[in-house]
């Protein structure tokens, strides 16, 4: 069974930047990959996905041009670059797994199959 540990959450001021990681433990890393996010009384919504190959990435609009998402298959490990961290950007991120498909990237939390525990994100104003 694979599982998914994030880290590099914590606590940034405003236009700060952080990392997080998301490290998958198993035989193969052959899938593609997201992170979402959930702040307190909201859904969890889609931030960005990143195929096998990283040939294709998705994100969300609130996102697009100060997130950058990447992935080492040879470390089977996940990345989201975050910079320009804005108060809104406060959440638990979570990584997750769609074994199902490792071509195609979807933004549906419904297509992704394994979570990882979460990191918490904070951004002071």
């Known amino acids: 069974q694979v599982q998914l540990v994030e880290s590099g959450g914590g606590l940034v001021q405003a236009g700060g930047s952080l990392r997080l990681s998301c490290a998958a433990s198993?035989?193969?890393?052959?899938?593609?990959m997201g992170w979402f996010r959930q702040a307190p009384g909201k859904e969890r919504e889609f931030v960005a996905a990143?195929?096998?190959?990283?040939?294709?990435?998705a994100y969300a609009d609130s996102v697009k041009g100060r997130f950058t998402i990447s992935r080492d298959n040879a470390k089977n490990t996940v990345y989201l670059q975050m910079n320009s961290l804005r108060p809104e950007d406060t959440a638990v991120y979570y990584c997750?797994?769609?074994?199902?498909?490792?071509?195609?990237?979807?933004?549906?939390?419904?297509?992704?199959?394994?979570w990882g525990q979460g990191t918490q994100v904070t951004v002071s104003s």
């Open positions: 198993g035989r193969t890393f052959r899938y593609t």
């Open positions: 990143i195929n096998w190959s990283g040939t294709s990435t």
């Open positions: 997750a797994a769609d074994v199902s498909h490792y071509i195609l990237v979807y933004k549906n939390n419904r297509e992704y199959d394994l």
